[in-house]
């Protein structure tokens, strides 16, 4: 649609410019030439295609400005639209005494947030916390088992996706996702330090 708006509009200015040099010939003829008869002729053709394209360039600018104005508000299809945090989320970020995860996972969550551990409160008794799990000392320290458990094989949603990592809570639905062994990031803290 665009593109057929600018090559109308090129093609417009193109008949405007053509014209217009049509129409000064012919006037230069009709003041100048020895044929005035014949030239004169040509005046009134090239004044209307003047006219009209000049018109149309007009109509053609109006179209070209309505034309632009949704393509720029339109937002490209693959760009991930976050929505705003929730107020529980404002109030996770906000307060590091706050815990969202049930009782079985609270005080490993505790601990990490005293840590100094990256944490966010994703949805219910969901978090996420930015640091990779040593379980052997996780295991000395903390009571892991049923109903906590974890794991580091959960499937990526795509293709290529490392699997998933997360200590989890089978009695609560409760979990924190961790960073996964097979991709840490550089500087990822490990907990329990
Ligand atoms: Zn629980």
Same mark, same amino acid.
């Given at each position: 649609?665009?593109?057929?708006?600018?090559?109308?509009?090129?093609?417009?200015?193109?008949?405007?410019?053509?014209?217009?040099?049509?129409?000064?010939?012919?006037?230069?003829?009709?003041?100048?030439?020895?044929?005035?008869?014949?030239?004169?002729?040509?005046?009134?053709?090239?004044?209307?295609?003047?006219?009209?394209?000049?018109?149309?360039? @007009? /109509?053609?600018?109006?179209?070209?400005?309505?034309?632009? +104005?949704?393509?720029?508000? =339109?937002? #490209?299809? !693959?760009? $991930?639209?976050?929505?705003?945090?929730?107020?529980?989320?404002?109030?996770?970020?906000?307060?590091?005494?706050?815990?969202?995860?049930?009782?079985?996972?609270?005080?490993?969550?505790?601990?990490?947030?005293?840590?100094?551990?990256?944490?966010?409160?994703?949805?219910?008794?969901?978090?996420?916390?930015?640091?990779?799990?040593?379980?052997? @000392? /996780?295991?000395?320290?903390?009571?892991?088992?049923?109903? +906590?458990?974890?794991?580091? =094989?959960? #499937?990526? !949603?795509? $293709?290529?996706?490392?699997?998933?990592?997360?200590?989890?809570?089978?009695?609560?639905?409760?979990?924190?996702?961790?960073?996964?062994?097979?991709?840490?990031?550089?500087?990822?803290?490990?907990?329990?330090?």
């Amino acid at each position: 649609m665009r593109e057929l708006v600018r090559v109308r509009g090129l093609l417009l200015a193109m008949a405007l410019v053509g014209a217009g040099f049509a129409l000064i010939l012919s006037v230069g003829f009709a003041l100048n030439g020895p044929d005035s008869s014949r030239v004169d002729s040509l005046i009134a053709p090239s004044a209307v295609i003047v006219v009209l394209s000049a018109i149309g360039l @007009v /109509l053609h600018i109006g179209a070209a400005k309505r034309a632009a +104005v949704p393509a720029r508000a =339109s937002r #490209p299809l !693959d760009s $991930p639209v976050l929505p705003p945090p929730s107020p529980d989320q404002l109030a996770y970020a906000a307060d590091p005494m706050m815990l969202g995860t049930c009782v079985h996972l609270q005080p490993i969550e505790r601990d990490m947030r005293l840590a100094g551990v990256g944490t966010q409160l994703s949805y219910g008794q969901v978090v996420f916390a930015d640091c990779l799990i040593d379980l052997p @000392v /996780l295991r000395q320290r903390y009571r892991i088992a049923e109903p +906590v458990f974890y794991t580091d =094989s959960i #499937p990526g !949603d795509h $293709p290529g996706e490392p699997d998933g990592a997360m200590l989890g809570c089978r009695a609560h639905r409760s979990s924190i996702g961790v960073t996964p062994p097979t991709s840490v990031p550089p500087g990822t803290p490990v907990f329990p330090a």
